[in-house]
Each structure stands twice: as C-alpha cells, then as structure tokens.
C-alpha cells in the first residue's frame, strides 16, 4: 500500500481497475438464505455456482479519516423472479455514509435503517447516490444483458454487518413478475429482536 498520492485507471469496457489490492467473488452460494423462491435458488445452486458480483478493492487503513473505496460489478439474472443482488449490509459504525458513482447499466439500491425507515432509489449510469449514516444498502442489477458497474467510497472506520441482513432480510425486493422490475415487500422480513 501506497501511502502518497495515487490515481489509477478504469478500463474503458470492463471497468476494471488497473491496479487493485483485493478482488472479491461472490457465487450463489454465498447467497444462502437471501433469495425469496429457495426451491429456483436450490435447483440454480444444483446447475452451476455462478458469481453473481464482484468488487476490486483499493486498500486503505480501516480508520476514521481514510476513505474507502473501489468497483462493484453485479452481473445480470435472476433466482426465480428476483434479480442478482449484493448481500447488502449496515455499517458497523452505523454512523457512516457512502457514494455510489454507476457508470453502467441499471439497477436499484434498496435501502432500510433500523428505525424501520426504508427507501429504493433508481442507479443508472451517470447518476451519484448518497447513502446517509444508518442505512443499510443492497444494489440491484436489472438489467437483462449488461452488468451493474459502480464505484463507491466510504468511511475507512465503517466496517460491514452483514449478519443483520442475512437474518431478518430487507423489507423490499426487486422482482420481475413479467413485466420487469417491481418493487414489492418482503414476505420474509422480520425484525431483528434488540
Ligand atoms: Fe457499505
């Protein structure tokens, strides 16, 4: 790790950094218990493990004062109605916020804080999403043929809490229920008791 000033380069099609520290991979069945029709999960596991997202990584120190950041590339397709998706997470430190930059394809940001406040916005190319302090965040590709790039950045200190999410679900999803994306409640969402 560096520790002057930096640049590096996005590939013009591919979007992927020149330079990176840490490449991560998530295959369904990393996505265990997330997606709403478990029996098209099951049986798409059964197939193939495919990877439904990517992220390149740019390492900083895990402190207040650094900024996190890098490339997410959520690929297209679906688990039954439901669109490949990230697993969404809070921060740990549930006071930090995060940037989202798409720079191609389309998809949704679905969003929740604890105090039960949710909210979905719209992620095309071009277009910035501010994320406050408390939201939890997942994104959403539906694109039928085109990944979901974007670049992000966050508080060094935020941390992830995955754990939340992988329990009590986000109250909406994205579906195609035949004519293309919804966004409907979460039959499956249930509060985590604190
Ligand atoms: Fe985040």
Partial sequence: ??????????????????????????????????????????????????????????????????????ISIVHPGKVGDEYYMTKGHFHTVLETAEIYYTLQGKGYMVMETPEGNFAVEEL???????????????????????????FFAYPGNAGHDYGTIETQGFRKLVLDRGNGPEIVDNPRWSPVES
């Fill in 1 to 70: 790790m560096k520790d002057l000033p930096s640049s590096f380069n996005l590939d013009p099609s591919s979007f992927i950094p020149d330079e990176y520290d840490n490449h991560i991979q998530r295959k369904l069945s990393n996505m265990k218990g997330q997606y709403l029709d478990q029996q098209a999960y099951a049986a798409k596991l059964a197939d193939k493990d495919e990877i439904l997202y990517q992220v390149y990584e740019i390492k900083r120190p895990e402190i207040e004062g650094e900024i996190l950041h890098g």
């Fill in 124 to 150: 095309r190319a071009g277009r910035v999403l501010y994320v406050p302090p408390r939201w939890a965040h997942r994104s959403v590709n539906v694109s039928e043929d085109e990944d979901l790039v974007m």
